[in-house]
T-cell receptor, first 117, second 111 residues
Framework: GAVVSQHPSRVICKSGTSVKIECRSL??????MFWYRQFPKKSLMLMAT?????????EQGVEKDKFLINHASLTLSTLTVTSAHPEDSSFYIC?????????????FGDGTRLSIL | GQNIDQPTEMTATEGAIVQINCTYQ??????LFWYQQHAGEAPTFLSY????GLEEKGRFSSFLSRSKGYSYLLLKELQMKDSASYLC????????????FGSGTRLLVRP
């Protein structure tokens, strides 16, 4: 079964709207979650690393004021796309890693398809 | 810089064997992962290699050579449902556990 839940799965909204996406780890605590963006037929691009109780670490070129990340608990991280515009339309995916052995993979949520009109 | 290369597309026949290669040049290395991703869905974990050699898991095997910066994913007894993108990802050597993904290989399995 799924170990990471992402919601909503699809969002269609007008330009200028802010959109919040939730990522929850199910049945385990995730001190670190990751947010990715994926364009059609392209690979996953890491946007930021979300750390519970502290500020997120953003990858180069990702606007932290545009993509607000909050990791307020050990099971929930949120990504808010502020004042979204058509160029923000994309597939956003979160992942979380079980703590413990180094061979633990990242488990991905089902993704959120964001369409800005 | 970080660079991970995979073929863009491959085609194979149902029941056959296919090998998907991945070469990497990264500033650090702490393991290599293979994921499968069907169109419009999230990636699912297939395999992990951190030491040189072959890891076998059912119809799927993955090989790693750290000295050559090279890995491959081997799929045996191909099934139609294996048509998907296969992503090679290298984990950075720092403590963040973040992954650097290749561009992915789209595999088409034909009858």
């Amino acid at each position: 079964g799924a170990v990471v839940s992402q919601h909503p799965s699809r969002v269609i909204c007008k330009s200028g709207t802010s959109v919040k996406i939730e990522c929850r780890s199910l049945d385990f605590q995730a001190t670190t979650m990751f947010w990715y963006r994926q364009f059609p037929k392209k690979s996953l691009m890491l946007m930021a690393t979300s750390n519970e109780g502290s500020k997120a670490t953003y990858e180069q070129g990702v606007e932290k004021d545009k993509f607000l990340i909050n990791h307020a608990s050990l099971t929930l991280s949120t990504l808010t796309v502020t004042s979204a515009h058509p160029e923000d339309s994309s597939f956003y995916i979160c992942s979380a890693r079980l703590r413990g052995l180094s061979n633990q993979p990242q488990h991905f949520g089902d993704g959120t398809r964001l369409s800005i009109l | 810089g970080q660079n991970i290369d995979q073929p863009t597309e491959m085609t194979a026949t149902e029941g056959a064997i296919v090998q998907i290669n991945c070469t990497y040049q990264t500033s650090g290395f702490n393991g290599l992962f293979w994921y499968q991703q069907h169109a419009g869905e999230a990636p699912t974990f297939l395999s992990y290699n951190v030491l040189d050699g072959l890891e076998e898991k059912g119809r799927f095997s993955s090989f790693l050579s750290r000295s050559k910066g090279y890995s491959y994913l081997l799929l045996k007894e191909l099934q139609m449902k294996d048509s998907a993108s296969y992503l090679c990802a290298v984990r950075d050597a720092d403590s963040s556990y973040k992954l650097i993904f290749g561009s992915g290989t789209r595999l088409l399995v034909r009858p």
